[in-house]
Structures are given as C-alpha cells and as structure tokens.
C-alpha cells in the first residue's frame, strides 16, 4: 500500500516572500523537495473567503494579485499552473451532500501562489483551490477535511494557507525580526501542544483561550486553513513542524505537517 500524500498548513506571511530568500522560503522549497511529487494539489487559502463553499474549474486558472502597496515586481510574478477540472469534480463529490458550486472565475490567489513559487518553482503541478465560507463555524470547515482524506491515497497535495497568529493591526511593520509579543506566543504554544497530543477539539474551540485568542486571531481567515489540514490527518499520525518563527512581532510563520 502506499504511502499517503502529507498535508501541509503553511504560514505565508507577507506577499513579498514570493521575491524573498530567507528561511521560510528556503524551508518551503526543502519541503517540495522532500515530499513525494503529487498529481495535484488542492489548495485552501484565508484570501479565498466567501460566503458559500466554491472550488475553482479553470483549466489555466489566472494568478491573482489580490494586494495593494507593494513593489510594481511583485505584480508582475505569474504562477502559470494548470488547473484540473477533473480535481474539482472530485472534490465535489466528496463533499456532497454539501452544495460546492464550480467557478471558473477565480483563479490562485496569493495565499497559494506565493508559496507555491518556492515549492514548486516549475509551476508543472496541476493546482486547484477550495474556498472558504465565511458564514460557518470552525467546525464545519474541520469536518470537510475529514471528508477529503481519501485525497491523500491518491497522490493530492492538500495545502492550507494562512498564519495561526495573524494580527495586522499589532503587526511590527519597521521591525520584521522582532520579538514576538508574549500572547502571539502564548497562543501558538498551545495551539502546538493540543496538535502534538491529537486533541483537535481544542484547535477547533480556540476562542475559548480567551484574550491571547482575540489577539492572535481577530479575524478567522487565516486560521481556519488550518483546521482542513488537522482533519486530514489519519488515526494515530502524528504533526510535524518544519518551519517555524514570527514576522513582526505578530504573524505567526509555523507550518504544521500531517504524514
């Protein structure tokens, strides 16, 4: 029997790492080089946030650059993956009976591909994405990642995009490698421990951390990629952490792997 396709959260941070060596990137790319090569991948992004569940369809899906206030070069990067209508019908299936609509519109948004530039520079991987509905809880969007398991056995690269800690408004913006604030790592320390010892349930209650919750995460967006990825893990797998570290002060870069 083969061995199932890891799943991977990735914190992604500023739109700039697309033009950026450093560690998170060259970790990123250690990552592609390491896993097994996928047939495809299915990608969950916080910048794909609408309300009702959509997977895109197009068969050259257009890279969008969903951003403002960044360098006329950053603009300029295209990530010219195929797409694969035939991923997305499966995707459909799956999830059914909840209603998925196919959109042809959207494209990669740059939740997916600014990481996906250093992981898979070639752009030779076929790549869809899977929205996210804004209008259900937590647990909803844990519960397709259950649903979507059987991906793994069939070489689908499942990525979740967006940061455990993401507070813009506390973000060090002249400081990058600042120390990050005592909640950012208060939280991210316990969102790792409920991990290690498999209790989702925790993750998926994260508001019930109170304070450090309401700071680390004040919008859910960027969080809630991580819980299709936790519900893609199978029965007594352990995660993994292989990049870890904080940009100014207040975006958590962790990336969380299952398998």
């Not at 390491?34 to 910048?47: D, F, N």
């Not at 009976?97 to 591909?113: F, I, K, M, N």
């Amino acid at each position: 029997m083969n061995t199932p396709m890891p799943a991977i959260f990735i914190g992604h941070g500023s739109p700039m790492v697309t033009l950026s060596r450093n560690i998170y990137t060259e970790a990123w790319a250690e990552i592609g080089r390491t896993i097994p090569h996928p047939k495809a991948v299915l990608a969950v992004s916080a910048h794909w946030y609408i309300s009702g569940s959509a997977v895109t369809t197009a068969a050259s899906p257009r890279t969008i650059h969903d951003f403002g206030g960044f360098p006329k070069e950053l603009h300029e990067v295209q990530y010219p993956a195929k797409g694969s209508p035939e991923l997305a019908e499966q995707v459909k299936k799956r999830l059914s009976p909840l209603s998925v609509e196919r959109d042809d519109s959207w494209g990669l948004d740059h939740g997916t591909w600014t990481v996906l530039r250093h992981l898979f520079p070639m752009a030779d991987i076929p790549v869809i994405q899977l929205s996210i509905d804004r209008t259900k809880p937590p647990s909803f969007h844990y519960e397709l990642g259950r649903r979507l398991t059987s991906l793994r056995d069939e070489g689908i690269l499942v990525i979740g995009s967006g940061n455990i800690v993401h507070n813009l408004r506390a973000y060090l913006w002249e400081n990058s490698s600042a120390q990050p604030f005592d909640w950012a790592v208060r939280f991210e320390s316990r969102m790792r421990e409920f991990m290690r010892t498999g209790e989702d349930a925790s993750v998926i209650a994260y508001e019930a951390l109170g304070e450090d919750a309401l700071l680390s995460v004040p919008t859910p967006d960027h969080f809630l990629p991580l819980l299709y990825v936790l519900g893609l893990r199978k029965e007594g797998e352990q995660v993994s952490f292989p990049v870890e570290g904080f940009d100014g002060g207040s975006m958590s870069m962790l990336a969380v792997q299952v398998g």
